[in-house]
């Protein structure tokens, strides 16, 4: 194994230079490995994560960040354009998500929202602000949520960091969403809120959110409607009169949703929206040291110092997309799923998982669908693998929506069944890698996760000595 990708050509840094380099060469490696991993992207193959996929959006971004990557916005006397940015941002999503239509002469409804770092952060502060604002409230020391199997593992980790137990319910196999009664059933006098997601990530469905808020209010617990990834399509999805059902703030039970600005807000990544039906729940996570020695302190979420830059960029994206840019997106890429899910349905040995949305996810009963994998990787396709059952997926962003990605599609896909059916006798290769393990995780499975760890964050041990000792040098 290299020491670390591309030291064929450019020299490993093991120790700051001695003098500084030429920044036109930094430049120079910079874009030479940027555009070669773009690549890999930009032709359309890859599901998920390249959200927005325009380079001429990126730098317009740019501009908007470098103007500000430099503020910590936690210092708000010397950055008064940090304090309209993020209203703003959290104002716009907050309309998008349904918040206009509460009644507001109920006293509950004081819609609000905090700017975080990704979709793991807006979950983590929904958790926290729950634990908190619960044993105000109600006094709950040891507190749980309900996590249908199918919400992301941001719930878990969020919850391992913040010592709040996870009550894990099934979903149904056919739907893929969970069923309310199953949720409700598992509510104990413990229980600070229940999950609901819209959509969720491993099969773009959405679950009952009016029916689980209906159990939230006959329970007494919130209900966090995870948006990170539908939050910002899905309601331009039901402007253009996809069936998509109701999810939103406005839905009666919703105590908070998260939705990603870094994903279908096509920002770039650092931000999240988390919107708060009730401002005593937010406020409930607010940290406040004012007698520290060092001065009086006061951060509205976990973070300390936040880039400027990032929530510049956010609202530049925001403000120029604006509705008719967010719909026509979405309008493109609700047309390219559906275009692109029908191909998936003509092969009988195939199987979509429940209604998705702009996220399909499909499995066989015929063949490991790994197989299908195998050969897709050949042809460019870069899927995400699922597992119990096997199973994968495409979130289909705007780089599909390109002309001739969903005819390529059509045709790749047609010959990755075929050569499926001619090696089902085989172990897929990928499925070994990705696939599910019978009878769930192994040791050697989860010595496989370390192992990825490792490759990712320890290669600087396998990188050369110094060439010379630097001290006193
Ligand atoms: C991406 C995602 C998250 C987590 O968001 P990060 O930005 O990766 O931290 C949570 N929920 C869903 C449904 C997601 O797709």
Known sequence: MSPLPYDDRFPINRVLPETGVDRALLLDQLAAMASEEDAAWEAGGCSGTMYCGDHDHYEFMTEAFGRFGHVN?????????????????????????????????????QPVG????????????AMLAYREHARATRGIERPNVIKPETAH??????????????????????????DPDVVAAAIDERTVAIIGSACNY?????????????????????????????????PFGRELGEPIPPFDLSVPGVTTMSADTHKYGYAFKGTSVLCFKDKA????????????SGGKYCSPGIEGSRSGGLLAA????????????YLEYARAIFATARTMRASVERHPQLRIMGSPTFLFSFTSDEFD???????????GWRLNGQQYPNALHLAVTRPQTQPGVAERW???????????VEHADETPQSSAVYGGVAGGMTGEADEFIRMMMAEMMDRQQDMPAPASPQQGA
């Open 73 to 109: 916005i936690l210092q708000r006397d010397m950055c008064p354009s940090a304090t309209k940015m993020e209203s703003e941002v959290i104002a716009m999503t907050l309309e998008l998500l349904g918040a206009n239509r509460l009644d507001p002469s109920e006293s509950s409804n």
């Open 114 to 125: 905090m700017l975080t770092t990704g979709g793991s952060g807006s979950i983590g502060h």
């Open 153 to 178: 593992p941001a719930f878990d980790k969020a919850c391992h960091l913040y010592g709040i137990e996870v009550k894990k319910v099934p979903v149904d196999p056919i739907t893929t969403t969970v």
């Open 202 to 234: 491993g099969y773009g469905t959405v679950d009952p959110i009016e029916a689980l808020g209906q159990v939230a209010i006959e329970r007494g617990v919130g209900l966090h409607v995870d948006g990170c990834l539908g939050g910002f399509l899905l």
């Open 281 to 292: 729940l937010r406020n409930s996570q607010y940290f406040y040291l004012t007698d520290w």
């Open 314 to 325: 956010t609202w530049a994206s925001m403000m120029s997309l604006g509705h008719t840019g």
């Open 369 to 379: 669908v790994y197989h299908v994998n195998d050969f897709l990787r050949l042809r």
């Open 410 to 420: 059509d045709t790749d896909l047609a010959d990755a069944v075929a050569y499926a």
